[in-house]
């Protein structure tokens, strides 16, 4: 699976638009982008996930530039309770009869959204 | 009301004890998963069930142990073989033919 590459941290005023980035140069062709976050003490939640399109939500929009090698997480208007570490995974998506393995998270990007 | 769930939330062992930490799932899951996170790191994978009677290692399986006799429950055992067990243990399950994972709220394991 691809490594992705996300800002340690990120602040974002309450009642504004989050945009998380999130790197992924190696990514290959049949690998998908996935979002989850985890807000402190908790498990994570899964947000979205995206191949070539962009795609939408209740909770969020993903936005995946182009050549792929690159995305970026939109929380339209951010509340308090949206803080929370984030974290872009990509992985194959999974097919009848192959493997299923783990999700590989990194360190994510804290977002702290201020009142 | 459908969902994963961990048990207990918190728990405190004396070094050098086995304990067991519970995870059951009503979601019809066929996959199920251990992950372990340490303050301020990722979650890393300790073990992994894709169907009932089977499991697989993870990346950081030594000193742990699961069974997967049912599809609803995919029990961890911390054996006093792990060397550094405090930690926060979260619990996933996902379907079949899909990557989405949905996770427990997590026991947090202190070893004293």
């Known amino acids: 699976d691809a490594k992705t590459t996300q800002p340690t941290s990120m602040d974002c005023a309450e009642g504004r638009a989050a945009n998380l980035p999130c790197n992924h140069s190696t990514i290959s062709g049949n690998e998908y982008v996935y979002w989850y976050r985890q807000i402190h003490s908790q498990g994570p939640q899964y947000i979205i996930h995206g191949l070539k399109n962009n795609e939408t939500n209740e909770m969020a929009s993903l936005i995946i530039t182009e050549d792929r090698k690159s995305s970026t997480l939109i929380l339209p208007h951010a509340t308090l309770r949206d803080t929370a570490v984030y974290y872009c995974i990509v992985r194959v998506e999974v097919n009848y009869g192959g493997s299923q393995g783990n999700l590989i998270f990194g360190k994510g990007t804290k977002l702290s959204v201020k009142p | 009301d459908g969902g994963i769930t961990q048990s207990p939330k918190y728990l405190f062992r004396k070094e050098g004890q086995n304990v067991t930490l519970s995870c059951e799932q009503n979601l019809n899951h066929d996959a199920m998963y251990w992950y372990r996170q340490d303050p301020g790191q990722g979650l890393r994978l300790i073990y992994y069930?894709?169907?009932?009677?089977?499991?697989q290692k993870g990346d950081i399986a030594e000193g742990y142990s699961v069974s997967r006799e049912k599809k609803e429950s995919f029990p961890l055992t911390v054996t006093s073989a792990q060397k550094n067990p405090t930690a926060f243990y979260l619990c996933?399950?996902?379907?079949?033919?899909?990557?989405?994972?949905?996770f427990g709220p997590g026991t947090r394991l202190t070893v004293l």
């Open positions: 069930s894709q169907i009932v009677n089977d499991f």
């Open positions: 996933a399950s996902g379907g079949r033919h899909t990557d989405t994972q949905y």
